[in-house]
């Protein structure tokens, strides 16, 4: 049968989604994304790969010293958002990765 169990990556995986919308200030569904993404997840993948971050999708309405930790916030989002659970971070890792920005000196 074709049902998923939830587990701790696919908690991650929707950490992941609600970090990018919340430095984007976009829906993950249903937004207006650049062609031919269809997706929020989408663009910031095709970003991260790509090191297009000119295109990077960072709310317009966030002051620019902010948009270092921006970045960052879309890296750690990037990596929770990962196609295999098996290569996104626990969220013990996660928890890591944004004690560590906290302490980052951007």
Known sequence: ??????????????????????????????????????????WVHHVMKDKSFHVCPIDASLPTSCHGYALHLLHMAYLCTAQSPAKRPSVHQLVGLLKDLEHANL
């Open 1 to 42: 049968h074709g049902t998923a169990t939830c587990t701790d990556k696919w908690d991650v995986y929707s950490i992941g989604v609600i970090m990018m919308e919340l430095v984007s200030g976009t829906p993950s569904l249903g937004g207006t994304y650049p062609q031919p993404f269809t997706s929020l997840v989408g």
